[in-house]
Structure formats: C-alpha cells, structure tokens
C-alpha cells in the first residue's frame, strides 16, 4: 500500500515561494495500475521524484506498507522501480547484457542457471526475448522503454514508477506499453504508477490522479472522470481543468474525495487531512452531467448512488452502506534479497567497463594513437641532439689535447644538453598529463543519468569509484610504463629507471584521478572537459620550469602543479648522473626533492579519489 498525506514540495523562499505540489494527499492499495495524467509543468514528474525521494518534499508524509518512510528509513532499493523519460541503458551494450548487468548489481547469490532463467523471465515479460542480441544503440525508442522497465523489473520491485514511458511513440506501440504495465500491475501485487499526457488509455487504469497547478483535482477510477468533471470525452479534461482555479479544484476534491474514493474501490484515508489554508467562499462542486448522458448505463446505477451519497454527506445524514469494493487478494511479496556485495558489484562494473572499452572502436583506436604517438613525439624531439645526449658521460677524452677541447666546448654542450633533458622529460610530463584528461574527463558526466538511475537501485558509489579507479588505473601504468621504456630505448637516460617510470605514472595518474574528480562534480561531459583542457594547458606555463614563477607565486601555485612535481622526480632520478648538473645549469627552477615529489602527486592522487567519491555520492539528477 501506497499513502501520501498532504505532500507539499515548495521551493523559493519567503515571497518567492511557490508549491509545486500542494497538500497531495492519497492512497494506492496493492495490485494496482494508476496513471498520473495532468497538462504539462502541473507536476507530475515533480510527484514520481517525491515519491522515489530524489526530491525532498517540504510538508507530508510517506507511508509504504504502513511504514513511514521518513521516521522508519526508505524504501529498500528492491522494492521500487523508477523507469525515468530519458534513456537509460549503455548503448554499446545488447539488450540481454542491460538486463544481465543490472540483475547482477541488484540480486545476490544467483546461479549462472538462475541468471539466465531471470533473463529470459524479465525479457519475456516485456516482450523483448527476441531482439536480447540486439545492442541497444540499433532498437526503436518504444523497445527501449520496455528496455527502460525490463531493468528495473529485475529486482521485481513493488512499486513500479513509469515517467512518460510512452510519450513520442506510435498509437500501437503505446497501446502495448500501457497493457504490458497494466500486466505488470497484476503480477506480484505489484503498484505501477505511470505519467502520461495521453488520455486515450485511461480506461485501463485502476485509478486516475488527476493533477492541476500542483494541486490534486481528482483521484479514483477512471469511469467517474466525465462525470466528476462534468465533460462528455476524458479528451476535454485539459480545458476543463482551466476553466477553475487550482484552489477550487483542490476544495472541491477535499470534499468529494471519500465518496468516489469508495465507489472506486480505493481504500479510504485513514486521516483525513483538513486544507492548510483557509477555504474560500465555497464554491459549488463542478455541476455533474447527467450520468447517463456520459458514462456507460451500467455504471448509471452506481453512479446515481454517489450522488447520493455525496449529497447526504454534504447534509451530514448517514450514507447507505455501500457495496463492498471489489478486492484483489493481496498476494504475498517475498522479502527483498539483499543487494550483493561491494565487491560483486565492483567486479560486474570492472567487466562491463571493458566490454564498452573495447566496443568502442573510436576509442580503442584513439588509445592506441595516443599510446604509442606520443612516445614516438617525443623521440622525434631528441632525435638531433641525441649523439650529445647519449654520449654525454663518456664524452671527455683520455689525451690532453682532446680534453683540453673537449672542456673548451662543454658549456655549450652542457647547455645544450640540459635544455634538450629537461624539455624531454618536460614533454613526457605534459603528453601524459593530455593523456590523463582524456582518460577519465568524461567518465562520470557522460553517464550520470545512468549511475544515478544505478545508485538508486542499490549500487555501491564505492563500487562504482573503485571500479573507475581500477580501470583507468590500468590505461595510466599501460601509458606511462611504454613512454618510459620507449623513450629510454631511444634517448638512453641514464638514472634510476623504477624512480623515472614511479614519476611518470604519478603525474598521469595524478591528473587522471583530479580530472576524473571533476567529472564527477559537473553537470555535463561538456563542461568537465573543458574545465580538463584548462587543466592540462596551465601545467606547462604555471610548472615554473619553461619561464621561471615569481617568487611569491611559485610558492603557491606549485602545489597544486603535478607537472612540476613529475618533472622535479624525474629530474632527481638523474640525480647521480652528469644530466643532473647539465640541467641545473639551464633552469632558475630548483626541482624538489625526489621523496617529496612521491608523496605530493599520491596526495593529487588520493584527493582526486576522495572528491570522485563525494562527487558520486551526492546526487545529481537532471
Ligand atoms: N528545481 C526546480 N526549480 C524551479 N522550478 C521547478 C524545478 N523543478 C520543477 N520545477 C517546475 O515545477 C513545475 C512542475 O514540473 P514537472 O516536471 O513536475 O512538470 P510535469 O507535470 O512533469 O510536466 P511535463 O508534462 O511537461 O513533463 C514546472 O513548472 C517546472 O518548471
Ligand atoms: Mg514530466
């Protein structure tokens, strides 16, 4: 059972407040199939999202199988679908690969024979068995809303919350969808609630809320909508509905309410909350046409009854006992399975990570591009000063003579070879700070509807952060381990070689892990991208090892600067060699101590994980 008593969501403050929902105040029993119908920006979507939590209404309460959700906790995630207008599957994926993810990260301790009975029972009863090898990027938008409930129908929920499922499909794929949750309705004593502009299947509904400006102006069964509102077609409810100001409606509902809540079959209130704001002069209810001008003639006779019903209430005589209403048994839900480990759901997004990684042939390629151009970028930079730089060690000769010449030009040499050094291992720096950017900038912002839609049906951000962590993890060591080899072959550094790969992988991983942060605080892939390019293009300028930084700027602006750090442990790496003193000579910049260099990027590292797990947690619905 479903309860809302007097759910008022308002925003604003002081003069500028205004309700989008107004005192809703309503009950579903189990088993049922209710339609939210109501003219566009009346708050429909603003209901669902109430009802789910996402958003906090002000006043009110929420009660589901008698427990209130704020004093007694929410709703566990298996026992509510929230089926949202926008799309909500990963397009690479096939249709059976959605729904086996999301059992997989909803439902523990299933069989590998079990999850593919679920499979098949979950595509069946949306009908999409069919196409179940079909990638979701290649289905029709009406099979993607079934898609869209297939996932959420695989925790079997109780309550199934549909937001315009149907909107912007043909009639027959409407017609379908509407039956398939009416169907889903009768399973399990499962509620469906589903939003719809659409008038045209309203007959197939248990119950109609009928919602205006906020306010609730009618809810029961839809044979009493004509009647109720006084028009001859549910097509004229839109203009009828305009003809009477919000307030009216609502006062109007309050009154009649418990007379057609009983000839609907919905249970009555158990409180009967009185308006908040002091009625207005009373205006009559809408004048009912006559019953048997505008419903069927078996439903003359009940609705007669209401009539007087409602009229004796109105006296403050007794009603009549009514019939009693038609019951459905109310079959018996099986508790909710717990959701499956931490780790369970670490391993199926790590998995389902690769699978996209390797399905995107754009990106696989612009990886491979990147993995192994920008190496070869580098090396094409060193190839003519490479004979000083590799013999730089061995270069004074035994002979007086030789050496005497030999000293003679070694502080062009030492110049030259400084520069040469530094800007290699600088240019190292930078690529791999570019390719940080690009590993994880859009992670998060370009799939945050899906995370959310996710997160909401039990998902760990714990498991999810690790997950990103350890994938993107693995592209930084795959890039940083090759560029160091790879320019080592070519270049012949010398130095300490774990010391040189240890700084690479950190600048990478430090910029990686902060970009990945990012991604998970903005609203857009757009913006989370642009604010990493930002990111990258002033580590260069602000590393202090190009143009040397004032004093007082370079004090508080390195710390913040990974590639100054990258470039200053890579430098210290050489510390015992000739290029260490080569490159002391052609920099203003002191490189920092290779032990502080560590610790400072696995601190960038470290907080770029913690603000992606504040990131991930806090919710950030469209
Ligand atoms: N965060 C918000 N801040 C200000 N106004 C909001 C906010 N969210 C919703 N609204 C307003 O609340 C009203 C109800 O929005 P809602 O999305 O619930 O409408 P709806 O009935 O679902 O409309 P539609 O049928 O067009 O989807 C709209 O006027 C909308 O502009
Ligand atoms: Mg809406």
Redesign the pocket.
């Known amino acids: 059972m479903l309860e809302l008593k007097d759910i008022t969501l308002t925003?604003g403050q002081k003069d500028a407040a205004?309700d989008?929902l107004s005192e809703i105040t309503l009950r579903l029993p189990p088993a049922h199939f209710a339609a939210i119908i109501?003219?566009?920006?009346?708050?429909?979507?603003?209901?669902l999202k109430a009802i789910t939590g996402i958003k906090s209404h002000t006043r009110g309460s929420i009660h589901w199988n008698e427990r209130d959700l704020e004093a007694d906790g929410d709703m566990d995630p298996h026992e509510i679908g929230y089926v949202p207008q926008f799309s909500i599957a990963h397009e690479l994926l096939t249709v059976k690969e959605c729904v086996e993810s999301s059992l997989r990260l909803r439902v523990s301790n299933l069989t590998p024979d079990e999850l593919a009975a679920r499979i098949e029972k979950v595509l069946g009863s949306v009908g999409l068995n069919e196409i179940g090898d079909r990638r979701v990027a290649l289905i029709s938008g009406g099979q993607k809303r079934r898609l869209g409930m297939a996932i959420e129908m695989s925790s079997s929920p109780s309550l199934l919350l549909c937001?315009?499922v149907t909107s912007g499909l043909d009639p027959k794929s409407e017609d379908e969808i509407v039956k398939l949750m009416h169907l889903l309705a009768q399973s399990d004593g499962r509620i469906v609630l589903s939003?719809t502009?659409s008038l045209q299947h309203v007959s197939l509904h248990d119950s109609v809320i009928v919602?205006y400006e906020?306010v609730l102006a009618y809810h029961g069964s839809p044979k009493f909508i004509t009647h109720y509102f006084g028009i001859t077609r549910p097509e004229d409810l839109y203009l009828r509905l305009a003809e009477r100001k919000a307030h009216d409606w609502r006062q109007s509902w309050h009154k009649h309410r418990p007379a057609y809540y009983e000839q609907s079959g919905l249970p009555p209130m158990t409180v009967t909350a009185p308006p908040v704001t002091a009625p207005p002069k009373q205006e009559e209810p809408p004048k009912p046409e006559p019953a048997a001008a505008v419903v069927e003639l078996s439903e003359a006779d009940e609705l007669e009854r209401l009539r007087g019903i409602v009229e004796k209430k109105q006296k403050g005589e007794p009603s009549e006992p009514a019939p009693p209403p038609i019951k459905k048994p109310e079959p018996k839900r099986k508790s909710p399975s717990p959701s499956p480990s931490i780790f369970t759901q670490f391993s199926v997004l790590l998995s389902r990570r690769w699978k996209l990684f390797f399905r995107d042939r754009g990106q696989v390629l612009l990886q491979l591009a990147l993995l192994f151009g920008f190496p070869c970028l580098v090396v094409i930079f060193a190839l003519d000063g490479l004979e000083p730089v590799k013999n730089f060690s061995t270069q004074i000769g035994a002979s007086f003579l030789e050496q005497a010449m030999a000293e003679k030009n070694i502080t062009i040499e030492v110049a030259q070879v400084g520069t040469l050094v530094s800007g290699l291992i600088m240019f190292q720096v930078i690529l791999l700070a570019l390719m940080g950017s690009n590993n994880s900038a859009r992670e998060v912002a370009a799939e945050r509807n899906l995370f959310e839609k996710e997160k909401f049906a039990g998902l760990s951000p714990l498991a999810y952060v690790a997950s990103k962590v350890t994938f993107l993890g693995a592209l930084v060591v795959a890039q940083s381990v090759w560029m160091t080899v790879f320019v080592n072959m070519i270049v012949g550094f010398q130095g300490e070689f774990v010391a040189q790969v240890m700084s690479l992988v950190l600048i990478n991983a430090a910029i990686t892990f902060v970009c990945l942060g990012i991604s998970s605080w903005l609203r857009s892939a757009e913006q989370s991208s642009l604010l990493s390019m930002y990111l990258v293009g002033f580590q260069l300028p602000l590393s202090g090892v190009v143009l040397a930084l004032p004093k007082a700027i370079a004090t508080v602006t390195q710390i913040f600067i990974a590639s100054y750090w990258g470039w200053s442990g890579f430098i210290r790496s050489m510390e015992s060699t000739r290029y260490y003193d080569a490159i002391k000579q052609v920099t203003q910049t002191e490189p920092a101590g290779g032990f502080l260099c560590t610790w400072v990027l696995l601190a960038h590292v470290v907080i770029g994980i913690f603000f992606t797990y504040t990131g991930c947690k806090n919710s950030r619905w469209e």
Not at 38 to 47: D, F, I, R
């Open positions: 925003i205004q989008l109501g003219p566009s920006g009346c708050g429909k979507s603003t209901l937001d315009e939003v502009h919602l906020g």
